[in-house]
């Protein structure tokens, strides 16, 4: 079946260090992707989408590009600050399954 | 803005107690979800609903029930609470297909 898989963390970086986490799926036809950030106590609220192959979604200084040929979708940002603080989630959504699929979630700290 | 709101932030039953997990989104949304989330184990569906009075299992319904007599309202049900059921609950509804998902807070549920 249709899967998600990302590097679990923690992840720990200096404020204004390039951030990476990787995102790659598995799915038998052509999803959505997502990333979703749950700040500490809250819910999960939509970071980014991106629904075709080399679409690029952005939000927040964050960015990540829909790779077709690498079934990726990986998080990037090019410095991060304390607030940034949040465990990151990869996420897609099938046709054919019609169910979100969720990763397991990237814990990520900033330190000053 | 959208909203979703799950009717308590804490909670904290007896084994055995019969539970009732409340969400209600005022954005008019077909789709409502119920998932937990436990470390390790990221978001696992429990169930999810495309209309009133509609449900369907998700990954983990054992021991879970749903009922959805309005729209905007999901409820979730432990049967018989566990221990095994000590978890944060999270509620989400969509409008359907590829758009995202709006969360709740969640619900840390304490079963003792």
């Known amino acids: 079946g249709d899967s998600v898989t990302q590097m679990e963390g923690p992840v720990t970086l200096s404020e204004e260090a390039f951030l990476t986490i990787n995102c790659t799926y598995t799915?038998?036809?052509?999803?959505?992707l997502f990333w979703y950030v749950q700040y500490p106590g809250e819910g999960l609220q939509l970071l980014l989408k991106?629904?075709?192959?080399?679409d690029k979604g952005s939000n927040k200084g964050f960015e990540a590009t829909y790779r077709k040929e690498t079934t990726s979708f990986h998080l990037e940002k090019g410095s991060v600050q304390v607030s940034d603080s949040a465990v990151y989630f990869c996420a897609l959504w099938e046709t054919s399954y019609d169910k979100v699929i969720f990763g397991p979630g990237t814990s990520l700290s900033v330190i000053p | 803005d959208v909203k979703v709101t799950q009717s308590s932030r804490y909670l904290v039953k007896r084994t055995g107690e019969k539970v009732f997990l409340e969400c209600v989104q005022d954005?008019?949304?077909?789709?409502m979800f119920w998932y937990r989330q436990d470390p390790g184990l990221g978001l696992r569906l429990i169930y999810f609903s495309y209309d009133v009075k509609m449900k369907e299992k998700g990954d983990i319904p054992e021991g879970y029930s749903v009922s959805r007599e309005k729209k905007e309202r999901f409820s979730l049900i432990l049967e018989s609470a566990s221990t095994n059921q000590t978890s944060m609950y999270l509620c989400?509804?969509?409008?359907?297909?590829?758009?995202?998902?709006?969360f709740g807070d969640g619900t840390r549920l304490s079963i003792l």
């Open positions: 991106a629904t075709k192959a080399d």
């Open positions: 799915a038998t036809g052509y999803p959505s």
């Open positions: 954005m008019d949304h077909e789709n």
């Open positions: 989400a509804s969509s409008s359907g297909g590829y758009q995202p998902q709006h």
